[in-house]
């Protein structure tokens, strides 16, 4: 009995609070994807020859994100049956939106306005005991091209 | 040290390669932080902890890297690559590599 009655309260702790932390993310990653916008990321090995002279340096961001316990025991439901498991789609989508929104923050912050080579790397980190993904990371990383005072060649 | 991960560095020339460099740290979380994470596995959310200590880890990475292209008497890391691999529970492998080469 009180072990029904401690699983529903995890459940309901976390439906509530992962919902909050969830929409409260998604609308900054929003707002924060405005503000960024004339940061350019692109994922094309090198920039186009012949342009103007430039300084590289490696710019990274990276998130570790937790899934919440009704999100999780919605997923081991779904692995009885197969499918798609939509709790975990918008948890990876969150983590690779805000790495890569971090890592146009630490290209600003060096005064870049263009990211090139972007590379998205994602990890499981923690493990709980029955096997199951606790939480993720990802990094995202590329190189950044600031322009150098007077090296316009054009 | 100029550290990229492109092929290239634009406006510069590559006049000597000296082949792979690398550095890696293992680092494990501390008992405090491991008790949040495990708070925030009920309610879901970023694991800041985390976040922190494996920046901290790939820049501990990077800098081994780094001491190792200084040595073989590089002046820059081109085609940087990031990897992460769990070693045990709660313990976690920061490796970076890339390729030493001398800039003219």
Known sequence: MYDIIALVTLLALGYFFGRMAELRHYKSIIQREQEYRDVVAIASKIPPPGERLDASILVSGSVVISVDYFKRFLAGLRSLVGGRIVAYESLLDRARREALLRMKQEARKVGADRVFNIKLETASISRNARGGIGSIEVLAYGTALVQVAGGDQN | ?104
Do not use: C
């Open chain 2, 1 to 104: 040290m100029v550290i990229s991960n492109m092929e290239i560095i634009p406006g510069k020339r590559i006049r000597l390669h000296l082949g792979l460099v690398q550095g890696s740290t293992v680092r494990t979380k501390h008992f405090g932080r491991d008790l949040m994470a495990s708070l925030k596995n009920i309610f879901g959310g970023e694991l800041k902890g985390y976040t922190e200590l494996l920046q901290e880890a790939r820049e501990e990475a990077v800098r081994r890297m780094q001491e190792q292209a200084k040595a073989a008497g590089a002046n820059a890391v081109i085609n940087v690559r990031f990897s992460t691999s769990s070693v045990t529970q709660g313990a976690a492998e920061l490796f970076a590599y890339g390729t030493a080469v001398v800039l003219e």
